[in-house]
C-alpha cells in the first residue's frame, strides 16, 4: 500500500511537470510576436525619420526651382528693360525685378532652414537606423533563445511525459 502511494504521489509531481512545461511553452509565442513587434517598430520608426528627410529634400528643391524661375523672370524683366523706351514701362519692370530679388531673398532664407532641418533630419534618421540595428540584432539574438528554449522544452516534455506514462502503467499493473 505504501508503494502504491509513493508511485501515486512520484506520478502526482509528473503530472505537475508537465503542467509547468506546458504553461512555459504557452508564454512563447506571445514571446516571440511581442520581440517581432519590438523589431518592427523600431524598423518603422527608422523608415518614417528616412521618410522626413526625403520630404526635406523634396522641398528644398521646390525652393531651388522656385529661386531658379525668379532668376529667370529677373533676366527676363532686365531685357525687356532695355527694349522699353517709355519711362513708366521701364521702372514698373524695375518694380518687377526688385520683387523677384525680395522674393529670391526669402526662398533662399528657407532653404536655409530646410538645410539646417535636413540636417537635424538626417543626423536623427542615422540615430533610428542604427537602434533598428541593434534592436534587430538583439532581437535575433532573443528569438534564437527562445527557439532553442522550446526546442528544450519540449525535449523535456517529451522525456517526461513518456517518464510518466510508463509511471502510470506500473500504477495501473500495482
Known amino acids: 500500500m505504501l508503494e502504491a502511494i509513493e508511485k ?3 506520478l502526482q509531481d509528473r503530472d505537475r511537470q508537465i503542467g509547468s512545461l506546458e504553461a512555459e511553452l504557452a508564454v512563447i509565442p506571445p514571446q516571440r510576436l511581442a520581440k517581432q ?4 517598430a523600431a524598423r518603422a520608426k527608422a523608415e ?12 528644398r528643391k521646390q525652393l531651388e526651382l522656385e529661386v531658379e524661375t525668379q532668376q529667370e523672370n529677373i533676366h527676363r524683366f ?9 519711362n513708366d514701362e521701364y521702372q514698373a ?4 525685378i526688385e520683387g523677384a530679388r525680395r522674393k529670391i531673398s526669402k526662398l533662399e532664407d528657407q532653404q536655409l532652414e530646410l538645410m539646417e532641418q535636413t540636417e537635424q533630419a538626417e543626423q536623427a534618421a542615422q540615430a ?6 541593434g ?7 532573443e528569438l534564437a ?3 532553442a528554449r522550446q526546442k528544450n522544452l519540449h525535449d523535456q516534455l517529451g522525456a517526461t511525459q513518456s517518464g510518466r506514462d510508463s509511471l502510470a502503467e506500473a500504477v495501473e499493473d500495482g
Do not use: C, H, P, Y
Request: proline share 0%.
Open 8 to 10: 501515486l504521489l512520484i
Open 37 to 40: 513587434q519590438k523589431a518592427a
Open 48 to 59: 518614417a525619420a528616412r521618410k522626413v528627410v526625403m520630404e526635406l529634400e523634396t522641398a
Open 78 to 86: 532686365s531685357l525687356q528693360q532695355f527694349q522699353t523706351k517709355k
Open 93 to 96: 519692370l524695375g518694380r518687377e
Open 128 to 133: 533610428a537606423a542604427n537602434e533598428a540595428a
Open 135 to 141: 534592436i534587430g540584432a538583439e532581437v535575433e539574438r
Open 145 to 147: 533563445d527562445l527557439e
